[in-house]
């Protein structure tokens, strides 16, 4: 796939079949992605690749949490968008495109909870990765390496027909992934990616998300 073609066609996927993707492919793509600039080659990256059974009770452990009220214990920088902000705007413009595709109206708070739980199943993909850094390292200080690692997996994830939502939903209950997949204390949790076959019915997957045009947010100097 040419590289622009790649980069404006990636988008998240959150419906995905169920066959299951393959330890080599995963660790191809993994191995592609590691290719990302880090500061000073410092490479502050890990990963734990879930699937099967381990997969299915942290998405089982997950929705338990969500639905008994506990608290998330998040790793990671959880980012919050003032009311009135454009960002805010941007975020609900999203949930609105989803809903729309997904049928699900503003007052229907049972439907709207089934959505959300969707995120925390890993929107039932066949494998998540989970990205972890170690404690050692600052705690917003990787965080750009990081970037460019998850974008390299999601692009690299197309070459093999693969779809990929990157998903701070996946990593709310740290306490959850610690105790079911063995991570330890020592490393800080960052973001978890759900990757498998792309559902063409599921309905949300249809969403392009909207761009500010660049042009917009641009300032030139020293150019005509
Ligand atoms: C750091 C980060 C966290 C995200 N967390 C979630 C999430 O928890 N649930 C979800 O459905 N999408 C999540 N997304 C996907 C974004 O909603 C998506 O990238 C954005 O709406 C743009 O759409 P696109 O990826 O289809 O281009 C996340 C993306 C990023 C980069």
């Not at 850094?133 to 970037?147: A, F, K, N, Q, W």
């Not at 991570?183 to 498998?196: E, H, L, S, V, Y």
């Amino acid at each position: 796939m040419d590289l622009l073609e790649g980069i404006r066609s990636r988008k998240s996927i959150r419906g995905f079949k169920p066959d299951p993707v393959s330890r080599e492919t995963l660790a191809e793509i993994l191995e592609t992605a590691c290719r990302a600039p880090s500061a000073m080659n410092s490479q502050p990256w890990e990963f734990f690749v879930l699937g099967g059974d381990v997969l299915n009770g942290i998405r089982k452990k997950n929705v338990e949490c969500l639905h008994s009220g506990a608290p998330p214990q998040p790793d990671h920088i959880v980012i919050g968008w003032p009311n009135d902000s454009v960002y805010r705007a941007r975020q609900v413009g999203l949930a609105k495109g989803l809903f729309k595709l997904m049928g699900i109206t503003r007052d229907d708070r049972a439907e709207r909870l089934q959505w959300m739980e969707r995120g925390f199943r890993y929107f039932d993909a066949p494998a998540a990765i989970v990205i972890v850094v170690d404690r050692t390292l600052s705690e917003s200080g990787p965080l750009s390496d990081i970037g460019s690692l998850m974008q390299n997996i999601c692009l690299a994830a197309l070459h093999y027909g693969l779809g990929t939502c990157i998903e701070d939903q996946g990593v709310m209950y740290s306490g959850v992934l610690r105790e079911l997949a063995g991570i330890p204390d020592t490393k800080r949790i960052i973001m978890a990616i759900a990757i498998g076959h792309p559902d063409p019915d599921f309905p949300a997957n249809a969403l392009e998300s909207e761009r500010e045009p660049a042009e917009k947010i641009t300032t030139w100097l020293g150019f005509e």
